[in-house]
């Protein structure tokens, strides 16, 4: 019964680690805009994209705090997608706050893989023991 109540915890944290990112990321696509205001159209662009990557961790954010099976994919995807930038950012120029943000996503990748490899398992031997 422990480990079920740390099965919901894992998520739950993510959530709000995904969730602190949206504010975090609506404060760059506010100055990347007011850049862009400049004339600057690759400000704008990275606006753009923090604004899609925002509303993409509500989403997934709101969705691991509810618990939902779709929200785990959809966590995997968008952290997973980041990874590459990141790894780009750092061999451009290294900071402990990019390595830092670096193992952070590749970490919430393996354990939510992990904790949605561990519950289909457990549904598994569920409907197996029911039959």
Not at 68 to 85: C, D, G, K
Request: net charge positive; aromatic share 6%.
């Amino acid at each position: 019964m422990n480990s079920q109540r740390s099965d919901h915890r894992v998520p739950r944290a993510i959530a709000i680690l995904k969730l602190a990112k949206v504010s975090a990321l609506l404060l760059i696509a506010a100055a990347a805009v007011e850049v862009a205001s400049t004339g600057v159209l690759t400000h704008l662009v990275e606006g753009a994209i923090a604004c899609c990557y925002t509303v993409l961790f509500a989403v997934s954010g709101f969705g691991l705090s509810r618990e939902r099976r779709w929200a785990e994919y959809l966590t995997v995807i968008a952290t997973a997608s980041l990874v590459p930038f990141e790894a780009w950012a750092i061999c451009k120029k290294a900071t402990p706050l990019r390595g830092v943000a670096l193992l952070a996503n590749i970490a919430i990748v393996i354990c939510v893989l992990a904790l949605s490899r561990c519950q289909r398992g457990a549904r598994a031997r569920r409907f197996d023991g029911a039959g």
